[in-house]
Structure formats: structure tokens, C-alpha cells
């Protein structure tokens, strides 16, 4: 209950009663002093069809009020009738006769000038890779295959180099146009894209993969997400049409190396 809402209705209420308001303006203040009380008393929001429900008992006791007696008829209709039959009320009576469509105008205005959105749908950003892919024919298993060239790290900095080298010219020269040159995913031709491709900067992405699941991301693409990895709209091309095998593991070792990460097996197997 927001209690501190009661507030304002009473003092709105006080001072119509010492102004001695006719009972046209008071019969509109409570009724939209009970509107203001159902939609904001509760801390929860009250459904739209409740509130109608109550808004059409509470018309009905306001109607009952007014007009089961004369007297109270005859000052609720008075203003009314001055309104429509007073010269010096002329201007605001065709007020209030625009204001009625022009007012449905406007909603129909306004709802139709929403922005048109594509349709969202859930997508499983990192689905699970298969256990087994061909590429080019040759049966590659994920589950076991590491980059052969990561242990250089290690053993042959030189050649290591070499291979990160090698990775980034594939890089840019097939990959920076969607993955942008600072590898954070805002290439020039991401603005029609949707999903947006990988931002490789975002710990949530290559940090938390294999690299075995980043040659299957690169070796089939957007066609090779499984289901769950749908829509089948992504644009990340199949590279295992363009690369070899060499060149994909070269690139892989060039996305850790420029953002300063590591893959998640390579991590594991450290620590
Ligand atoms: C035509 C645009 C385009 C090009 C070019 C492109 N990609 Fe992508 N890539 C995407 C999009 C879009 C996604 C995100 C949707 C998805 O996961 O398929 C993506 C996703 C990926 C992912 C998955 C990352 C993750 O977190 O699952 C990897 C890895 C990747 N790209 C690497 C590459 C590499 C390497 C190249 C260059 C050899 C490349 N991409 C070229 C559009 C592109």
C-alpha cells in the first residue's frame, strides 16, 4: 500500500469542498479521484481489466447518486445545459467537440507510429558444439583436438610468433570487416546484421570457449549452428570453404594473443 497517495486526493477533495464546487465538477473529481486511487495505492500495478471493472461500479454509484434525486439531477445538468445553450460558452463547447477526435485521432496516430522491430527471438549464443566434424573430409574430433600450435607458446616463442603473425593477416583480411579492427565486433558491415558478430574484446565470449570450439564456429559458420543456435540468420560465414585447417588454428591463436586472453582448456590445463 503507497499510503502517501491518499494525500493529494484529500487535499484535492478539501478544497473543492470550500469552494462549494456544483456537483458536475465534484462527481467528475471523484471519479477520477478513485481512478487515481486504484492505479496508485496498490504498490502493484493493478491489471488494465481490473481496473476498468472497478471504474464501471464506481460510474454506476456516482450515476445512482447523481440522479436518484431531483435536486441533485437538476444541479448536476445545470452547468451542462448553460454549456450548450450560453453564446459565451460557444468557443469551449466546439472545444470539447474536437477534442473528442482529435483525441482518438491522436491514439491511433501514436500507436501506429511505432517504430517497426524485428520480431526477437531466443537464441543460444554458445550452443554445444558436436563431438565430430569433417572438414574437408577429414574427420576432426572436438573433443579432443587442441590448436597444435599453442604449445609453441611455450616451447618456441619465435615460431609462435610466427603462427600469431599469420593469424592476424587472415584476420584481417577475411574476418575484420564484420569483427571490426579492434576485434570488438563493430566492422562496417555489422549495421544489417542481426545477431551482431562475436565482440572478441567481451570476457564473455573466446575466454570462456575451447579453442576446439572456436574451429568449429569458424570452420561451419552460422550454417553449422545446431538448432538451439538459431535463427538461421547469423552471417559468420563457413570458412572451411576459404581456409585450411593451418590458417583457422592460426587465427584462433591470433584472437587470444590480441586481446590478452587465454582459452578456457589452456587455463584448465595451468591451473
Ligand atoms: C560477414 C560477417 C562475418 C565475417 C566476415 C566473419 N564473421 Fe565471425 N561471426 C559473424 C557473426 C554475425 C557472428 C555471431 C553469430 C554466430 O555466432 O554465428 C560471428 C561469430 C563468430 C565466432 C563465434 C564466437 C562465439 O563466441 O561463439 C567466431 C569464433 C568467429 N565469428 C570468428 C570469425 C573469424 C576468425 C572470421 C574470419 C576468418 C570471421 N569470424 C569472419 C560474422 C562474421
Known sequence: MNLLM????????????????????????????????????LKIPAP???????????????????????????????PLLRLANEKKFMPLLILLVLAGPSLAAFKVYHSMSQPIEAPSFGRTIHPAPPDEITFKGKQIDLVKSRNPFRELEVKDPEAFKQHVESGRKIYFQNCFYCHGDALNGKGMFVHGLNPLPTNFTDPGTIPMLQESFLFWR??????????????????????????????????????????????????????
Open 6 to 41: 491518499l494525500l493529494p486526493v484529500f487535499v484535492v477533495i478539501g478544497v473543492l469542498y470550500f469552494l462549494r464546487v456544483n456537483l458536475l465538477v465534484w462527481a467528475l473529481a471523484w471519479w477520477l479521484g478513485c481512478y487515481f486511487l486504484i492505479t496508485h495505492l
Open 48 to 78: 488494465v481489466s481490473v481496473v476498468k471493472i472497478y471504474m464501471s461500479f464506481i460510474s454506476l454509484g456516482i450515476a445512482a447518486f447523481v440522479i436518484s434525486d431531483r435536486g441533485r439531477w437538476e444541479s448536476f445538468k445545470k
Open 218 to 271: 569458424i570452420a561451419k559458420g552460422g550454417p553449422g549452428l545446431p538448432e538451439e543456435g538459431g535463427p538461421w540468420m547469423s552471417a559468420m560465414p563457413a570458412w572451411e570453404n576459404f581456409l585450411e585447417e593451418d590458417q583457422i588454428w592460426d587465427v584462433i591463436l591470433f584472437l587470444y594473443d590480441h586481446t590478452g586472453r587465454k582459452p578456457r582448456a589452456a587455463e584448465a590445463e595451468h591451473g
